[in-house]
């Protein structure tokens, strides 16, 4: 555990939706999300945000601030449908929320 990925973690709680099952699972080296037995996003060890995409969307969502692509360990990528924010692109509530927002959609896809 981590500062970066606990205050990350504290910010996703309080954005989730609460009128739908939520849990917290350890995978992917942090703490991810579940809503409706789905990961949604997972907040990772250096404040970082992982977020499940619909993959058609991946090349949008790129463009947005803080957006990379997402890579297991140091040289492996996860693909399209899988999304890194760095913790510059999460500054306010209203970013992390459109990132919740996207991993929701983004288990469908």
Same mark, same amino acid.
């Given at each position: 555990m981590t500062a970066e990925r606990d205050a990350l973690a504290?910010? &996703? @709680?309080? $954005? $989730?939706?609460? *009128? @739908?099952?939520?849990?917290e699972v350890a995978m992917f080296g942090g703490l991810?999300? !579940?809503? *409706? *037995?789905? !990961?949604? &996003?997972?907040a990772g060890r250096d404040g970082g945000l992982l977020v499940r995409t619909d993959p058609a969307r991946h090349e949008e969502l790129l463009g947005v601030r803080g957006a990379e692509p997402a890579v297991m360990g140091t040289d492996r990528p996860m693909g399209p449908g899988w999304i890194t924010i760095r913790p510059d692109g999460l500054a306010t509530d209203e970013q992390i929320a459109f990132w919740i927002g996207v991993g929701l959609e983004g288990r469908r896809g």
């Amino acid at each position: 555990m981590t500062a970066e990925r606990d205050a990350l973690a504290e910010r &996703v @709680r309080a $954005l $989730l939706p609460h *009128d @739908r099952a939520t849990r917290e699972v350890a995978m992917f080296g942090g703490l991810s999300f !579940m809503v *409706d *037995d789905a !990961m949604a &996003v997972a907040a990772g060890r250096d404040g970082g945000l992982l977020v499940r995409t619909d993959p058609a969307r991946h090349e949008e969502l790129l463009g947005v601030r803080g957006a990379e692509p997402a890579v297991m360990g140091t040289d492996r990528p996860m693909g399209p449908g899988w999304i890194t924010i760095r913790p510059d692109g999460l500054a306010t509530d209203e970013q992390i929320a459109f990132w919740i927002g996207v991993g929701l959609e983004g288990r469908r896809g």
